[in-house]
C-alpha cells in the first residue's frame, strides 16, 4: 500500500432512523467519543450545516466524517460515518449514501417504536446488501419503553434479541459499546486497489471557491489530484483541485484509496456537472463499467412560480439558477401565465422539496412568490398516437384529441396504532387510494387493544397526496401515525380538465385535473370559495366550473352597492382624503384577471385552493 | 395672512361631551367639564389673535359644532359669541347654527339661545328607537329629542336639522323606515342621514372586532338609503348632498362652504381651517387636546410674530400642523368635495377657479367613471349617477 489505511482497518457506516428519532445527537456523540470533535466546539450539531435544516428538523444533504477510534482489540481504525437525508423526497440520494457504506445503524427512539421512514429506510439499506445494526435510542425518557422496541424490531425485521443494543443518544449511555459493535459487526470494504479508479458520487455541493465538491466512496483503485479525471454518466472531464476528507472540518490529503471516504474539489460550476450517483474514474486509462445504480434525478411534483411583483421576474431567475448550482433536482423554465404575468414551471422531487425550494427563495433571496397548486406529470396519449408529457393543466391538449390521461401512482405505507386504522382508511380511500394489505408490527399479549402499531400498505394516485394529505393524516391520527411513498409507475385514470372562468373568462392558474366522477364536487366547492374570496367589484361576476365548455357549477358575486363615507368631519378634509388615500394604495396591490380586481392576499388563498 | 379677502366660514369646537357615544371618534371627551371656562376663554383669545393678525374678517356662516356644544351655559355662550362679535364682522343674514344633543337643553336654554343670535339648531337625534339610542350610548330617549324640537320651534328656531344614524348592526329595514317617518312627522326643515361607520378606536370598532356585535351590512345600508331618497322627495325635501336634505331655502351654508371649497377658520382644540393660497389652499389644525389647546393659548402673551400669506401658520401657537395644496391638489379636492353635492361642479366654475379645463384636466377618470356609469354629465356640470352616489369612495379614489 501506497498510501491510506489498511482496508481491514476501514469502516464506512451510517444511521438510518425515522425523523427525530435522533440520528443528530448520536453522530455528535460519536464525534465526540473519538475525539474528532472536543464537547465544546460542539454547540452546534456538525452534520446538519444548512439553517433550514435545523429548523425542519430534516437533513437535506448528506455528508461525511472520518473518525479515528482505538477499539478495546487495541488497533485503531478509520471510521467513516456517512449522512443520510432524513426524507422521503430523498430516497434515492439515501440509496447512494448507503451505497457507499457496509452497515448502517438502525436507530429506533424507545418511546415511538418503528416508524414509516424506519421501514422505508430498512429496506433501502437490506437492499444495498449492508449490515444492519438495530439500536434502541433514548432510553433515558420516562416514556421509554426499550423492551418493547426491541421487540417490535425483532418481529418487524427479524433481528435476533440479542443483536439489539440500548444507546442514550443524549447522555451517551452505551454509545461506546456501539462504537465496538460497528466495528466487529461491520465488514471493511473490499475493493480493488489496483484497479482502475471508480469513486462514487454519493453527494455534491457548490463551493465559491472550489466549484463542486463531490463527496465520493473510493470502490477500487485510487483518487489524488495528479490525473485526470472522468465522469462516466455525464462525460465531464476535470481536473480535481483538492482531495481530502472531513475530520470534520475539510482536511486535504494525497490520496483517497480504494474504501476510503472524502471528497474531492472538481472546479466544477453546478452540481448538475456532478451528480449523485455518477462514477468518478480516470480520464486516461477509465474503468470498463461505472459502479450500478446511477439514475438522473426526476423531479415529480410541478408548480409554477411567480413573482409577486412582476418587475423581480429578472431577479427570480437569478435566483433559481444560483439555487440549481447546488441542487440537480431542481427544474425549471419559464412560462408564462395570463393571471400571473411571467414566471417558471418548476419540478420538484416532492412536495417537502418544493417547500424548501420555496422558503430559500423568499428568505434568502427576499423574494415575494406566487405559487400555483402543485401537480404531478401527466401523460396524455393524444388521438394520433403520440404520447405528452403534462405538466399544468393549461398545457392540456384539447378534449377531443385526448385518447387517454395517465397519472402517477404511488405505493403509500402508514404506520399507526390500531385504533385508527378506520380514519386512514377513510382518507385513503377518499383519495382513489386502493389497499393493499396491512401487518401489526407487534405480537404479543403484552400490547393493549388499539395500542397495536400497524402497518397499511396502500397504491395511491401522487396527484391525491399533493395538498393537504399528509395534515389530514396526522390530524385524523392526532399526530401518531407516520408515512412513506415511493413511485410505481403511470396508470390511466379517468380525469378530465375542469376550468374556472371568473367573469367568463379561464383563469389558467386555476384549472386542474380531477377525477370524472369528482368534477362536480370539487368544481362546486372551488366555485363557493371564489366566491368568498373574491371581493365584490362595480358589476356582478359570474364564477364558474366548466368542463370542456360545459357549465357544471356557477355563482355570482353581486356588484358593490355601497362605498361611500356618509359623514362630514367638520372641515376636515385632510382625514377624508387620508382615508380615500389608503383604499388608492389597496388597489394598487391588485391582481387583475381581466376586470376583475383582487387583493394580493385574496389571489393567494385563491391559488392555494386547489380542491 | 390679509388680502384675498372675501368673506369665510367661521367654525367653532366645543369639545365637551356627558358621555362618549359608542360609533363616534370625533375630538370629543367626557368628563372635562370643570375646563369649559378656562376653555372659553382660550377660544376668546384665539379670535383675537386672528383679528391681529389678518384685521377683523367678513363671515357669513357661524357654526358651533362638538362634542356637544348645547352644554355651555349660557352665560359663557355669551361671553364667547361676545369676543366673536368682536373679532369678526358677522354679516347680515349669516347663518348661525348649534349641535345640540336632545336631554341638555330646555325651553329656557333654546330661547337664550335664540336672544344670543343662534337662528340655527341641529339636534343630534340618532334614532327614534329607545333600545337602539341604549346601544349607541346616547343619553337621550326619542321621547325627549321630539320635546326639544317643539321647544327649539316654540323658542322661535325657524331653520332646524335632525341628524339620523341608519344601518345600525342588525337594524331591519323597517324600524329605520319607523324612525325616518317619525322625524318627517315633526317637520323639520333639514334633515342629515349618515350611515353608520365603524370608526378605529371606538367601542364600536372593539365590540366589532370582538364579535360581539356584527359589522354594518353594506346591503342594508344601500337599500335604507335608496328607500330614503324616495321617502325624503315624497316629504318635499331636496336631496342636495350625499347625507343631506333640505326644504327649500334651508341648505346649510356652512357646510356648504366645505364642499364648495371656500374658506373657513375653525377656532378651537383640533378645529381645522382652510385658506387661499397660491394657486391652490393652505389647509391647517389646531392641537386636539383640549388642555393643551388651552395651555397654548395661556402661554401666548402678545400677537404672534408674523403670519404669512400661503404657508401653514404654524408662529399661531394653537395650531398643530397643516399643508399647503397646491393646485393638482386643489383640482382633486375641489372635485371630491364638490361631486358630494347633487348639483355636482360646475365646468365653468372649474374654469374660473382653476384656468382648467375639467374634462381635459381629468380626462381619463371621467371616462372611466362615466363607463361604469358613476358619473355623467350634463347641462355644464359633472355629477354622480345615483348610482355612483352609494359608490362615491370608487369615484373619488379615481380622482386622488
Ligand atoms: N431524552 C433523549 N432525547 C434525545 C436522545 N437523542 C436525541 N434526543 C432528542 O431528540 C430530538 C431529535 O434529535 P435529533 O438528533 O435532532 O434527531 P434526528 O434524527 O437527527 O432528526 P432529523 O435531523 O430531523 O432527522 C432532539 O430534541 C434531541 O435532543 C436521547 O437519547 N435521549
Ligand atoms: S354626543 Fe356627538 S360628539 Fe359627543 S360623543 Fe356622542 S357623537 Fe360624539
Not at chain 1, 364 to 374: H, I, Q, R, S, V
Request: net charge negative; with cysteine; aromatic share 8%.
Amino acid at each position: 500500500m501506497a498510501f491510506g489505511m489498511e482496508q481491514g482497518l476501514i469502516r464506512n457506516f451510517c444511521i438510518i432512523a425515522h425523523i427525530d428519532h435522533g440520528k443528530s445527537t448520536l453522530a455528535d456523540r460519536l464525534l465526540e467519543l473519538t475525539g474528532t470533535l472536543s464537547a465544546r466546539e460542539m454547540g452546534e450539531l456538525v452534520l446538519d450545516d444548512m439553517d433550514l435544516e435545523r429548523e425542519r428538523g430534516i437533513t437535506i444533504k448528506a455528508s461525511a466524517v472520518r473518525m479515528t477510534y482505538r477499539a478495546r482489540d487495541g488497533r485503531e481504525y478509520e471510521l467513516n460515518l456517512i449522512d443520510t437525508p432524513g426524507h422521503v423526497d430523498f430516497t434515492y440520494e439515501v440509496s447512494r449514501a448507503l451505497a457507499a457504506c457496509e452497515g448502517a445503524v438502525l436507530l429506533v427512539d424507545a418511546s415511538q417504536g418503528i416508524e414509516a421512514q424506519t421501514l422505508a429506510n430498512f429496506f433501502l439499506a437490506l437492499d444495498q446488501g449492508l449490515v444492519i445494526v438495530p439500536v434502541v435510542n433514548k432510553i433515558d425518557l420516562p416514556a421509554a419503553e426499550p423492551e418493547r422496541v426491541a421487540q417490535e424490531l425483532c418481529d418487524t425485521f427479524g433481528f435476533r434479541r440479542e443483536e439489539v443494543l440500548f444507546v442514550s443518544a443524549k447522555e451517551g449511555a452505551g454509545v461506546h459499546e456501539l462504537l465496538e459493535e460497528v466495528v466487529r459487526r461491520v465488514p471493511p470494504p473490499s475493493g480493488r486497489p489496483e484497479a482502475p479508479l471508480r469513486a462514487l458520487v454519493f453527494d455534491s455541493k457548490y463551493d465559491p471557491y472550489k466549484g463542486v465538491v463531490a463527496y465520493v466512496r473510493v470502490v477500487d483503485g485510487h483518487l489524488d489530484t495528479r490525473r485526470p479525471l472522468r465522469l462516466m454518466a455525464t462525460g465531464r472531464r476535470l481536473e480535481p483541485l483538492e482531495v481530502g476528507y472531513f475530520r470534520p472540518s475539510p482536511t486535504p490529503s494525497q490520496a483517497l484509496v480504494a474504501g476510503e471516504v472524502g471528497y474531492v474539489a472538481t472546479g466544477l460550476k453546478t452540481v448538475g456537472d456532478c451528480r449523485v450517483g455518477d462514477t468518478i474514474t480516470w480520464d486516461d486509462t477509465p474503468a470498463s463499467e461505472p459502479l450500478p445504480g446511477y439514475r438522473p434525478p426526476k423531479p415529480m411534483v410541478f408548480a409554477g412560480l411567480y413573482p409577486a411583483d412582476a418587475e423581480e421576474y429578472g431577479s427570480l431567475r437569478d435566483a433559481l439558477e444560483k439555487l440549481k448550482l447546488n441542487d440537480a433536482a431542481l427544474d425549471f423554465e419559464p412560462e408564462s401565465s395570463l393571471a400571473l404575468g411571467p414566471g417558471f414551471r418548476c419540478g420538484f422531487l416532492g412536495l417537502l422539496h418544493m417547500d424548501i425550494v420555496q422558503e430559500r427563495l423568499e428568505r434568502e433571496f427576499g423574494l415575494n412568490l406566487l405559487a400555483t397548486a402543485p401537480s404531478v406529470e401527466y401523460r396524455v396519449l393524444t388521438t394520433d398516437g403520440q404520447e405528452l408529457p403534462v405538466r399544468s393543466p393549461a398545457e392540456l391538449p384539447p378534449p377531443t384529441k385526448i385518447a387517454e390521461i395517465r397519472e402517477p401512482w404511488m405505493h403509500l405505507s402508514v404506520i399507526t396504532p390500531d385504533r385508527y386504522i378506520g380514519a386512514v382508511m377513510e382518507l385513503v380511500t377518499s383519495r382513489r387510494g386502493e389497499f393493499v394489505r396491512m401487518e401489526y408490527l407487534e405480537h404479543g399479549p403484552s400490547v393493549r387493544e388499539g395500542e397495536r402499531r400497524v402497518l397499511l400498505e396502500y397504491r395511491m394516485p401522487l396527484a391525491e397526496m399533493l395538498v393537504d394529505f399528509y395534515d389530514q393524516l396526522k390530524s385524523r391520527t392526532q399526530g401518531y401515525a407516520s408515512m412513506d411513498y415511493s413511485f410505481i409507475g403511470y396508470r390511466p385514470g379517468r380525469l378530465v380538465k375542469l376550468d374556472i372562468l371568473v367573469n367568463n373568462q379561464p383563469v389558467d392558474a386555476l384549472g386542474l385535473l380531477v377525477p370524472a366522477d369528482k368534477a362536480y364536487q370539487v368544481g362546486r366547492a372551488l366555485v363557493e370559495k371564489l366566491k368568498e374570496l373574491i371581493p365584490r367589484q362595480l358589476f356582478d361576476v359570474p364564477i364558474q366550473a366548466a368542463i370542456g365548455g360545459r357549465v357544471i357549477a356557477r355563482e355570482t358575486i353581486r356588484a358593490m352597492r355601497k362605498n361611500v363615507l356618509a359623514k362630514c368631519y367638520g372641515g376636515d378634509v385632510t382625514r377624508k382624503k387620508k382615508l380615500l388615500e389608503k383604499q388608492k394604495e389597496g388597489k394598487k396591490r391588485l391582481r387583475r384577471i381581466g376586470r376583475v380586481e383582487i387583493p394580493q392576499d385574496a389571489f393567494l388563498a385563491l391559488l392555494r385552493l386547489q380542491r | 395672512m390679509k388680502g384675498r379677502g372675501g368673506p369665510i366660514s367661521l367654525y367653532v369646537h366645543i369639545p365637551f361631551c356627558e358621555l362618549k357615544c359608542a360609533y363616534c371618534d370625533f375630538n370629543s371627551y367626557a368628563g372635562l367639564e370643570e375646563l369649559m371656562g378656562p376653555y372659553v376663554d382660550a377660544v376668546c383669545r384665539e379670535a383675537a389673535l386672528w383679528s391681529q393678525a389678518m384685521g377683523r374678517l367678513a363671515v357669513r356662516t357661524l357654526f358651533f359644532g362638538g362634542g356637544t356644544p348645547s352644554l355651555l351655559p349660557i352665560p359663557l355662550m355669551e361671553r364667547l359669541l361676545g369676543a366673536l362679535g368682536k373679532h369678526f364682522h358677522f354679516l347680515p343674514g349669516c347663518e348661525v347654527t348649534l349641535e345640540a344633543n336632545p336631554g341638555t337643553v330646555g325651553l329656557q336654554y333654546l330661547k337664550g339661545l335664540a336672544m344670543l343670535g343662534f337662528n340655527r339648531l341641529s339636534l343630534g337625534v340618532q334614532s327614534f328607537q329607545d333600545d337602539e339610542l341604549q346601544a349607541l350610548d346616547r343619553l337621550h330617549t326619542a321621547r325627549q329629542a321630539e320635546e326639544a324640537f317643539g321647544w327649539a320651534r316654540e323658542a322661535g328656531f325657524r331653520s332646524i336639522n335632525l341628524d339620523l344614524i341608519y344601518g345600525l348592526p342588525e337594524q331591519p329595514l323597517e324600524r329605520w323606515q319607523a324612525t325616518l317617518e317619525r322625524a318627517i312627522d315633526l317637520g323639520p326643515d333639514h334633515l342629515s342621514l349618515y350611515a353608520l361607520t365603524v370608526e378605529e378606536g371606538t367601542k364600536l370598532a372593539y365590540q366589532v372586532a370582538r364579535g360581539l356585535v356584527p359589522p354594518p351590512d353594506d346591503d342594508a345600508q344601500a337599500e335604507m338609503l335608496e328607500w330614503s331618497l324616495e321617502r325624503m322627495a315624497a316629504a318635499g325635501y331636496e336631496h342636495y348632498e350625499i347625507s343631506n336634505w333640505a326644504r327649500p331655502g334651508h341648505r346649510c351654508q356652512h357646510n356648504l362652504a366645505y364642499w364648495e371649497c371656500r374658506p373657513y377658520l375653525g377656532l378651537g382644540a383640533g378645529a381645522h381651517s382652510c385658506l387661499p393660497a397660491g394657486d391652490g389652499w393652505v389647509r391647517f389644525w389646531n392641537v386636539y387636546s383640549p388642555r393643551r389647546y388651552i395651555e397654548a393659548l395661556a402661554a401666548s402673551a402678545g400677537p404672534p410674530a408674523d403670519v404669512v400669506a400661503g404657508h401653514v401658520p404654524l408662529s399661531m401657537p394653537q395650531v398643530a400642523g397643516g399643508e399647503v395644496v397646491d393646485l393638482d391638489g386643489a383640482m382633486s379636492e375641489f372635485l371630491i368635495m364638490g361631486l358630494r353635492l347633487s348639483e355636482g361642479v360646475s365646468l365653468e366654475e372649474f374654469r374660473r377657479r382653476f384656468g382648467r379645463e375639467l374634462l381635459e384636466a381629468f380626462a381619463g377618470p371621467v371616462t372611466e367613471l362615466s363607463d361604469l356609469g358613476l358619473v355623467e354629465e350634463r347641462d355644464g356640470r359633472l355629477r354622480l349617477t345615483r348610482r355612483g352616489l352609494l359608490l362615491a369612495n370608487e369615484v373619488f379614489v379615481r380622482l386622488l
